[in-house]
């Protein structure tokens, strides 16, 4: 276990940001590009960091960041909705302005820190997303630019970050989410490198969207609980407001793994996920101190690329997912073996077929601006299969890759062991005395 607290920050020099354009991009045919209802409803930045070493007997070239800007040019021209920029069209939607070159390109900064990389790494293992010097130092973002207007803010900004020990580099994104979920956004990097490389794309992107519109008649044909507002009669709220928020990670290896599966699985064997989100979802709830009238609520995504009837096409770009949703009274969650609440999750994930996420499709159209909402919830989302790691940009894999920070304060999130490829690493955020109340909990697995 480890406590995120502030940490010492790093001296970091950065540039100017210089604007990136894709090679050979021709004036746009048409003014917007479209954002599917998935794409609209998860606004909002992706901040990632990508750590990749360089051997000693080659060390780091010197201009790194000229090639890695030269490639990211070459590479937007099959990933172009990147330059541009969020409007609203005529209807009220949401979409990609592709037309206007005043507002188009791809902010890259270059940035010298006074660390050694080891030092990244030192911080990276025993640290997790939250700590202040990973998004605040490694990742770009015009933080004006972003609180006053949104819609003028870049889709995508680039910070390439050198050390002094000159042994490799830190690439820092923020990739606006409506662009991609967390595979489109593993795929653009690996496509990036592989541009970086020289060699063919082995997944080009699918880039029309419309495949996802909702139905010419918009039906619902589900409850879809994930939209459904709780009543907090615990007083969440307060313990949020009044305590300091702190976030903590926890390493689970393959034995405490597999106690939690086996105590997950009834007459139907669980995986680890299954396992390891029910084990999150009842210990945060009883970490909250809801009351037993209290209903919790559990969100998670379900990858829908191949559940819809047909399945995307290879190599979509895009949202896919959807939210799978499980309600339970605190008291049913806090009195019943793991097992049920595995077999809750379960019973979602088959339900999220081709009928139900056009049925979530067709909500969202019906219901403008509709987002999952949060009271009483606790929002799993897995990184650790996502494959960022395998960027590959000419000096081997990323020795780390994921996310800078969580997006809201009720999301736990999985990610792979640094060191351990077979341990997954939960990284959560709770009021300072719910947080000891859930250690002590982890601690008995």
Not at 221 to 234: G, L, N
Not at 247 to 255: E, I
Request: aromatic share 8%.
């Amino acid at each position: 276990m480890v406590v995120l607290t502030k940490q010492r920050s790093m001296k970091v020099r950065r540039s100017d940001p210089v604007l990136v354009h894709a090679t050979g991009d021709d004036a746009a045919t048409q003014e917007y590009y479209f954002l599917s209802n998935l794409d609209q409803n998860v606004a909002g930045l992706m901040k990632t960091v990508h750590v990749f070493s360089v051997p000693r007997e080659t060390r780091i070239v010197d201009d790194v960041a000229a090639l890695l800007r030269d490639s990211l040019s070459r590479v937007l021209s099959h990933y172009y909705p990147l330059e541009g920029r969020l409007a609203v069209r005529e209807d009220g939607r949401l979409a990609v302005r592709r037309n206007d070159d005043r507002r188009r390109g791809v902010p890259f900064v270059e940035a010298v820190s006074d660390y050694e990389l080891h030092q990244v790494v030192g911080d990276l293992a025993a640290a997790a997303p939250g700590a202040e010097f990973l998004g605040g130092d490694l990742v770009y973002v015009d933080n004006d630019m972003q609180n006053e207007n949104a819609l003028e803010a870049p889709l995508l900004t680039v910070q390439v970050t050198t050390f002094k020990c000159g042994g490799g580099f830190v690439l820092g994104l923020a990739m606006n989410h409506c662009l991609a979920d967390g595979q489109s956004a593993a795929e653009f990097i690996c496509s990036w490198a592989e541009t970086a490389r020289g060699v063919a794309l082995s997944t080009p992107p699918y880039l029309d969207r419309t495949v996802q519109r909702a139905r010419p008649i918009p039906t619902i044909d589900f409850r879809h609980d994930e939209f459904t507002e709780i009543e907090d009669v615990s007083g969440l709220a307060g313990i949020f407001d009044d305590e300091p928020f702190v976030y903590r990670s926890f390493t689970f290896d393959a034995a405490k793994l597999g106690r939690l599966k086996q105590a997950a699985s009834d007459e139907t064997k669980s995986s680890i996920f299954v396992a390891l989100t029910a084990f999150v979802w009842v210990t945060r709830t009883r970490a909250l101190r809801m009351l037993p009238e209290q209903k919790s609520k559990l969100l998670f995504a379900v990858d829908g690329r191949l559940r819809v009837d047909p399945p995307l096409p290879p190599g979509f770009w895009g949202n896919a997912i959807t939210f799978a949703c499980c309600i339970s009274t605190a008291s049913d969650l806090l009195s019943k073996p793991l097992s049920v609440a595995a077999r809750s999750i379960r019973d979602a994930i088959v339900r999220t077929d081709d009928a139900f996420i056009r049925s979530a499709v067709d909500y969202i159209e019906l219901n403008s601006g509709a987002r999952p909402s949060l009271t009483a919830t606790t929002l799993v989302t897995a990184w650790n299969r996502l494959g960022f790691r395998a960027a590959n940009f000419g000096w081997g894999e990323a020795i780390y890759s994921g996310p800078a920070e969580l997006p809201q304060k009720e999301v736990a999130m999985f990610l792979r062991g640094m060191r351990d490829s077979q341990s997954i690493v939960l990284v959560i955020g709770m009021p300072v005395s719910c947080m000891q109340a859930f250690q002590e909990t982890v601690d008995l697995v």
